[in-house]
Structures are given as C-alpha cells and as structure tokens.
C-alpha cells in the first residue's frame, strides 16, 4: 500500500513553507528529523501547565512533573524492550551517552595495555570518547576497517579480538555510508570472547526497529532529536549487570544517596547516572515522538524510507560525474555523494538557493573521508515525509547547478 | 583608488544582476579566472581550515605595503576571495585596519562572513587584520 504522504506532511507545520521562494526540500535528517505538531504541543502543553522539578519536592506540580518523566522512561524501555526501566538513562543525546559509558566503564574496567575496538566508519562521537578514555587508561584503540562499497571487513573481526579486548564500539548505521551494519553478527562474535558491545544508535534508531533484548547489545545509544523529538535529550541503554559496577559519570544532585564531606553514597540506578535537574521537558517530548511513530499507521522504518532510497541512488547515478560513497546492500536512507569538479560547499550553497537542505562537509567522519580520500561530501537523507517528488527536484537541481561549473 | 572606492565598484559590478543565479555564476567566474596561489605557499602553516572548505592565505611586507595570495578549493569561496584580495592586498597596514568588507553586505552574500559558516572567509579577514596589525607595531618600532 502506498502511503498518503501528504496527510502525514500535515503533521509536520515545518516543512511547508518556503526557503529563498522556493518550496523547503528537506535532506538533513540524519543531521536532525522534524518534529511532528504532536511533540511540539506536548511540550509546550508541559511548559504552560505542568513544569516543575522533579523528584524533590512533595507539590502538585512537582508529582505530577516526576510522573511525566518516569513515565516518558518507561515509553522508551518499550520502544527498545529494555528489561526494565532502570537500564535506561537520560542523556543530553548520543554523543553523552557514549561519553558517558566510555569514561565509567573505562573507570571500572580498562587498565594499562587494554584494547578498545570501533570501526573505521563511526562518527567522531563514537571515536573521541575513546581515545581519550584510552588515553587516560594507557590503553589502545584498534579499528576495524571497512570495504569501498561500505561494508564492514567482519571476517578481520576474530582476530581483532583479543585476550586484552576489553569493549567494542560500532555503530548501528553509518552516519555517512548508510551502511546497516551486522552488529547481531558482531554482538555474538564479541560475546563468544567475552567483549562487550556498545551500539552507537544515532542513525539506527530513526530508521530501525530496535529490541535490545533480541539484539542482546550491552549499551545501545541514540539521541531524540533524530527520531523526531526534541534537541537535548537522548537515551544510553545498558545492562544492569555492566551499570550497576560502573562507577557515576557525574556528580551533583539526584545522583547520590547520602553526602558527607568524607565520603558519598550513589543512588541506584538510573539516578545514579542522572546527576542534576535532568531535561524533563526534552524526555516529554522524546516519549511523545516515540508515541507518534507508534501510532502512526505509516511508520520510519516501513519500505517506504527504502524506496526513497533506491530511486534516488538510481536517479543520481544517472547524473554523469556522481560518486556515491558506499553501496553497502543493507543500507538506510542515506545517501553521500560527490559531483567531479564540484565542490560540496558550493553544490550545498547553491542547492540552498533552491529551497533544499542538504548537510556538507567532512560529516564528523574524517576516517571516512580519509578512506575516500576525499576533503568533504555531500549528504542527501531521507525521512519517511520525504517523496519522490522532492527526489526528482533535487536530482533535477543537480544536473542544472552541475552545469555552472 | 581607495578601498571604498573599490568596493563601490564591485557593488556596482554586482548590481547588475537580477538573479542570484547570476550573482554565483559571476563569482564562480571570477572564482574560476583568478592565478592560483604559488605551490610553495599552499601550505599547512597558510591554511585556513573551515570545516566547509579551506582557504590558503600567504602574505609579503615590502615598502611599507602588505601583499595577498590565497585561494580556496570551493569556487564560490574562491570568487569571494578574489574580492577580498582585490580591496586587501596591496595596501598599507593602516588602510586594512581602517576598513570592514562591507561589499559582501551590500551584494547580498553576507552569510558568506557569517561566524557560522565554516567556510573560512571570516577567519581569512580576521587573519588579514591580524598581519595588518602586526606589521603596524612592527613599522611603529622602527
């Protein structure tokens, strides 16, 4: 069934509207999503009526705003089936979430001459963290690469692995590639030797169906504002076994079970890695996106993102001097490109004259760009209110800004 | 002819475009006509690194006037720089510290300068300014 888009752009106020006098194409999900008019008034809904800090004072307000977030804790628990709702943590997105595991597990468990294993196609989000962990920990941050279509060299993965492997980072899908990356495959490959895993799921989320649980992942990560909902919010998953032994990330309120100026107590999880006023109206509004996918009839991660997906890397291979940047054959709604003689910056600038968003740059993936050995892309990615009408704008766009070069 | 005057004279190039077709075409054009930088001076220690594109800026002092070379691997980046050399170089210390590339305003690319463009123009007029102001001291010693 082919699903009526333009009742579903209706949700989405944003998108109608006019850049530069042309009609808004938006290209730059996976930078941000748009939030649907649901989230927006959920929110606001909570800021008029309801705001109050949480999990500190005995008023109204405050009950009722403390209820509101645990609940929205326990929407996400459902949307990834955690085990309980304790295993998840609010964050200020991904990039937290990571940090966070990477310093407190780092704490706990990485020692002199340790390895740390990611892949070549993560985001720096995914890199950084660890190689200043490592850094700290005298450890060593090993990398397994990937193929020029985008696939990840997994048959190199067992020998990566060893007896000093202390965690593995990957993401689910590559910020840049699109590549959806095995990580079932991963997951048990590093189980086996006892290494657990970390998902970066900033581009995973938004396009997949996730059941952490069936995954059997040991930190899963995303971030609401790709999944349409807020900025400043996002979700770190973990197994209590690996939670419970990792000391807090931060300290201040919330976090802590007992002061004294000798020595602090920690709360219990989750709290124990929430230190301070948490985004409260950020995570009402991560639950409220998650609600709307779920009702929505039409969901992200139906064929439909992947049709967006194959009739534009048809259309743009038709372009003569288009290169596209991984070809993995499990891909999400990602597309990066490079026209010869055209310079990203300029396409993106002048792309932006004609009403349409695409991101350009190095995309917080240097190795990738390295591995191209390209200086910067350009990004095309699809959300499931995108139609093929805007491809067919966007891909005719191209041939005529090709031609001013 | 002052750096005013200059760039009266680049608006008024610019004036005569109706469409911002035009206005990118144009720049890309000069973008496109203007010497490249001197191998030698296209150098990580000239580089102006934005995360868009990359501008190389390499500068000489003689007789009391700095001279420019840059250049960008983004054409339109390139045009503008282009601009910027044609009001910037050749000029005393005095005459770059005195004056702001209000052109770019005036021709409707302002955002080009904007500090969230990563682009590195803004960050290739600030280092002008800073050469500018160092030759200045310099020559103030003497």
């Not at chain 1, 808004?24 to 927006?40: E, G, K």
Request: charge should be negative.
């Amino acid at each position: 069934m082919i699903p009526d888009i333009s009742k579903i752009r209706k949700d989405f106020p944003i998108l109608d509207q006019k850049i530069h006098g042309k009609p808004l194409i938006y290209f730059d999900n996976a930078a941000t999503s748009q939030r649907p008019i649901q989230v927006i008034e959920r929110m606001d809904e909570f800021s008029l009526r309801t705001n109050a800090n949480i999990h500190r004072a005995t008023h109204y307000l405050a009950n009722k705003t403390t209820e509101a977030f645990e609940a929205s804790r326990e929407t996400v628990r459902r949307y990834i089936n955690a085990a309980e709702a304790a295993e998840v943590i609010f964050t200020h997105g991904t990039t937290e979430s990571i940090n966070l595991v990477a310093f407190s597990f780092g704490e706990a468990f990485i020692n002199v001459g340790d390895e740390v294993i990611v892949t070549e196609m993560e985001h720096h989000a995914n890199i950084v963290p660890w190689q200043m962990m490592c850094n700290r920990r005298g450890a060593i941050l090993k990398v397994l690469p990937f193929r020029d279509n985008g696939e990840l060299q997994i048959e190199l993965l067992d020998s990566l692995i060893t007896s000093k492997t202390k965690i593995l980072a990957a993401a689910h899908v590559s910020n840049t590639l699109g590549t959806i990356n095995p990580i079932r495959e991963i997951i048990l490959k590093a189980h086996l030797k006892n290494v657990p895993v970390l998902i970066d799921g900033a581009q995973g989320a938004p396009h997949l169906k996730i059941d952490v649980q069936e995954l059997g992942c040991d930190f899963y990560a995303f971030s609401g504002h790709k999944i349409y909902g807020p900025t400043g919010i996002g979700a770190l998953y973990g197994k209590r076994k690996w939670l419970d032994q990792m000391p807090p990330f931060m300290g201040g309120g919330e976090m802590i079970d007992r002061v004294t100026f000798e020595k602090t107590t920690y709360n219990q999880l989750p709290y124990k890695f929430e230190a301070g006023t948490p985004n409260y109206v950020g995570a009402i509004g991560f639950a409220a996106a998650i609600d709307y996918i779920q009702r929505n009839e039409h969901q992200p991660f139906s064929n439909y993102e992947h049709d967006l997906l194959t009739v534009a890397t048809e259309k743009l291979k038709q372009i003569e001097g288009l290169k596209i940047y991984g070809e993995a054959p499990s891909k999400a709604a990602v597309i990066c490109f490079n026209i010869e003689g055209v310079h990203p910056f300029d396409l993106g600038t002048l792309l932006d004259q004609l009403g349409i968003a695409v991101r350009t740059g190095r995309l917080c993936a240097d190795p990738v760009m390295d591995h191209y050995e390209v200086e910067n892309m350009v990004r095309a990615s699809f959300a499931f209110y995108n139609t093929f009408d805007e491809i067919n704008a966007f891909c005719k766009a191209l041939i005529r800004l090709k031609a001013m070069f | 002819m002052t750096i005013d005057e200059i760039q009266q004279e680049i608006v008024e190039e610019f004036s005569g475009f109706e469409d911002w077709m035009d206005k990118y075409a144009y720049l890309i054009e000069i973008g496109n006509e203007m010497a490249p930088i001197d191998a030698k001076y296209k150098v990580e220690s000239n580089l102006i690194r934005g995360c868009q594109s990359r501008v190389w800026l390499h500068q000489e002092f003689t007789v009391g006037k700095i001279k420019f070379e840059a250049e960008s691997d983004a054409l339109i980046v390139k045009g503008l720089v282009a601009l910027l050399l044609r009001i910037y170089s050749d000029r005393t210390p005095k005459e770059i510290l005195e004056s702001e590339p209000r052109f770019i305003d005036e021709i409707g690319l302002r955002q080009h300068l904007s500090p969230t463009r990563s682009n590195g123009l803004l960050a290739m007029v600030k280092q002008m300014k800073l050469y500018a102001l160092a030759y200045e001291k310099i020559s103030a010693k003497k």
